[in-house]
């Protein structure tokens, strides 16, 4: 499972430091594609395949289930860390999620995943959705999380 928020900036080659804890429970090789809310999503193998099952069963005559598949598959690509425990975010995915060379960017920990955040869209996702949390715990209610 990962938990926390850490800031690492990215370097003039696109080279993010991933947390000692995260590289630990990820694996030697890991899984950067799209994710929702303009984040990059960081997988592990297993966690991967978990994903990629649920998204091979959708029916592919709907066309959001072609859309979501071609989402998520298209952006994907296997990473590994060098020896200093950074990874190269694809210019793609940089673009994606509006991540600028030599600025911080925000990694948390998200249960199976780990999301990529760049600060700018991290700090106005969070300042949209912290005063509402109370809010939509309230409206989750019935899914039997709180």
């Given at each position: 499972?990962?938990?926390?928020?850490?800031?690492?900036?990215?370097?003039?080659?696109?080279?993010?430091?991933?947390?000692?804890d995260f590289?630990?429970?990820?694996?030697?090789?890991?899984?950067?594609?799209?994710?929702?809310?303009?984040?990059?999503?960081?997988?592990?193998?297993?966690?991967?395949?978990?994903?990629?099952?649920?998204?091979?069963?959708?029916?592919?005559?709907?066309?959001?289930?072609?859309?979501?598949?071609?989402?998520?598959?298209?952006?994907?690509?296997?990473?590994?860390?060098?020896?200093?425990?950074?990874?190269?975010?694809?210019?793609?995915?940089?673009?994606?999620?509006?991540?600028?060379?030599?600025?911080?960017?925000?990694?948390?920990?998200?249960?199976?995943?780990?999301?990529?955040?760049?600060?700018?869209?991290?700090?106005?996702y969070t300042?949209?959705?912290?005063?509402?949390?109370?809010?939509?715990?309230?409206?989750?209610?019935?899914?039997?999380?709180l």
């Amino acid at each position: 499972m990962f938990m926390g928020e850490y800031r690492h900036a990215i370097d003039a080659k696109g080279r993010i430091i991933l947390p000692a804890d995260f590289r630990q429970e990820l694996g030697v090789s890991f899984i950067i594609t799209k994710g929702l809310d303009k984040c990059l999503f960081l997988y592990g193998q297993q966690a991967w395949e978990e994903m990629a099952a649920k998204l091979r069963a959708l029916p592919l005559a709907k066309a959001e289930a072609r859309a979501i598949v071609r989402f998520f598959f298209a952006g994907a690509r296997t990473m590994e860390c060098d020896k200093q425990g950074r990874f190269l975010v694809p210019a793609n995915l940089r673009n994606y999620a509006g991540i600028a060379l030599k600025e911080d960017v925000i990694l948390t920990g998200a249960d199976n995943r780990i999301e990529v955040w760049s600060k700018n869209q991290w700090n106005e996702y969070t300042g949209e959705v912290e005063p509402d949390v109370t809010s939509i715990a309230a409206s989750l209610s019935e899914l039997g999380i709180l």
